[in-house]
């Protein structure tokens, strides 16, 4: 369960905040337990059930990490989730997942660990049919290590009401 803890969310209701808000650090969600079960569920969901997400015995005895890691595409999976706490965009008709232009899956995720969510405006452009498409630099941050887990720059599509 997502539990939030003293995050301040920003909220934007039109193309003309979010366009002043560009190159702003958005915020960070609060920190997210990456579970086995989780893992197990997103494997069950994908069918990638390779030894190092879901074998725990075999990760802890055979794996570079010493434990069982979360899929890559199980942490990018989450970036939603984790923008929810971060930032809204109200008066909105219709918002897209429209790709991105680059993800990046940097350090492993152990099961076990906490992650969180750092966003950063990086453009906010007027596109065709009177939406507005929102590049996000996302970072998803493992507690206590250096290295993120991943960077991604998420594109979405936004037509306001």
Do not use: C
Not at 5 to 16: D, L
Not at 28 to 57: K, L
Not at 68 to 92: C, F, M, R
Not at 106 to 120: D, E, F
């Amino acid at each position: 369960m997502l539990q939030m803890h003293n995050v301040t969310m920003r909220t934007f209701t039109s193309p003309e905040q979010l366009k002043s808000a560009v190159g702003e650090d958005l915020g960070s969600s609060d920190w997210f337990q990456i579970t086995q079960e989780r893992v197990n569920t997103f494997a069950d969901a994908t069918g990638d059930h390779q030894w190092i997400h879901v074998d725990v015995e075999r990760a802890q005895k055979e794996s570079p990490f010493g434990a069982p890691v979360a899929h890559g595409y199980l942490s990018l999976s989450l970036l939603p989730l984790l923008n929810t706490e971060i930032y809204s965009i109200e008066n909105v008709k219709l918002g897209i997942n429209y790709g991105s232009n680059k993800v990046r899956f940097i350090n492993p995720v152990k099961v076990g660990s906490h992650v969180r969510l750092q966003s950063t405006l990086t453009s906010v452009d007027d596109v065709s049919g009177g939406a507005v498409q929102i590049v996000t630099t996302q970072t998803l941050e493992i507690e206590g290590v250096d290295k993120p887990a991943l960077v991604a720059e998420t594109i979405t599509r936004i037509v306001f009401q």
